[in-house]
């Protein structure tokens, strides 16, 4: 079993800051990427950011140079600081990461349970 939990949605202000954390726990083999997904209310799930095994991040362009994407092997969990927020990045945050546990050989996605970020103006 593999559980990802998800952290630190909160009521922001616009052009306040937030960090998000994402712990994945279980009987874990090996993670992949690791990624921040978002869905607002009527809209489809969007990839936010993502970050390699290697540490390598992309963004999408909504994000790119306000959000931080980062993460810590040793504690498998994966951290996205987001500046200067705005009222359009009010969504449920969900984590997503590849992982392969320590009884199979191939890697498969997990997902958290979301957390919720509520932009004011």
């Known amino acids: 079993q593999v559980q990802l939990v998800e952290s630190g949605g909160d009521l922001v202000q616009t052009g306040g800051s937030l960090r998000l954390s994402c712990a994945a726990s279980g009987s874990i083999g090996s993670i992949n990427s690791m990624d921040w997904y978002r869905q607002a209310l009527g809209k489809q799930r969007e990839l936010v950011a993502s970050?390699?095994?290697?540490?390598?991040?992309n963004y999408a362009d909504s994000v790119k140079g306000r959000f931080t994407i980062s993460r810590d092997n040793a504690k498998n969990t994966v951290y996205l600081q987001m500046n200067s927020l705005k009222p359009e990045d009010t969504a449920m945050y969900y984590c997503n990461a590849q992982i392969r546990t320590i009884a199979t050989y191939t890697y498969r996605a997990y997902w958290g349970q979301g957390t919720q970020v509520t932009v004011s103006s």
């Open positions: 970050i390699s095994s290697g540490g390598r991040p």
